[in-house]
Nanobody
Framework: QVQLVESGGGLVQAGDSLKLSCAASGLTFSNYAMGWFRQVPGKEREFVASINWRWSDYKSYVVDSMKGRFTISRDNAKNTVYLQMNSLTPEDAAVYYC?????????????WGQGTQVTVSS
């Protein structure tokens, strides 16, 4: 049974940093591309970043609007993917979801975490 468990969310002030973690179990982690999405109430889930699997050299990608502030990384020894978020603004407030896809990254995600709430006060 595959499980993705996010952690690290919380309440921060604008300008602060936060690092989200997603611990994966029940899968061979290096065979999966991992990603982060976010969602605010009333809006569609938004793609944030991805990091590829071993046969794509674990290449990472962050959407342009967050590039320079957000960084995705993975620790295959710990079966964990991270999202480092810097210079947070109230617009970054959302529920952040971890996602896994076997093979190289694509939007047809196979597994989701339960989400972790990020709140940013101005």
């Amino acid at each position: 049974q595959v499980q993705l468990v996010e952690s690290g969310g919380g309440l921060v002030q604008a300008g602060d940093s936060l690092k989200l973690s997603c611990a994966a179990s029940g899968l061979t982690f290096s065979n999966y591309a991992m990603g982060w999405f976010r969602q605010v109430p009333g809006k569609e889930r938004e793609f944030v970043a991805s990091i590829n699997w071993r046969w794509s050299d674990y290449k990472s990608y962050v959407v342009d609007s967050m590039k320079g502030r957000f960084t995705i990384s993975r620790d295959n020894a710990k079966n964990t993917v991270y999202l480092q978020m810097n210079s947070l603004t109230p617009e970054d407030a959302a529920v952040y979801y971890c996602a896994a896809r076997r093979g190289s990254w694509g939007t047809d995600v196979q597994y989701w975490g339960q989400g972790t709430q990020v709140t940013v006060s101005s």
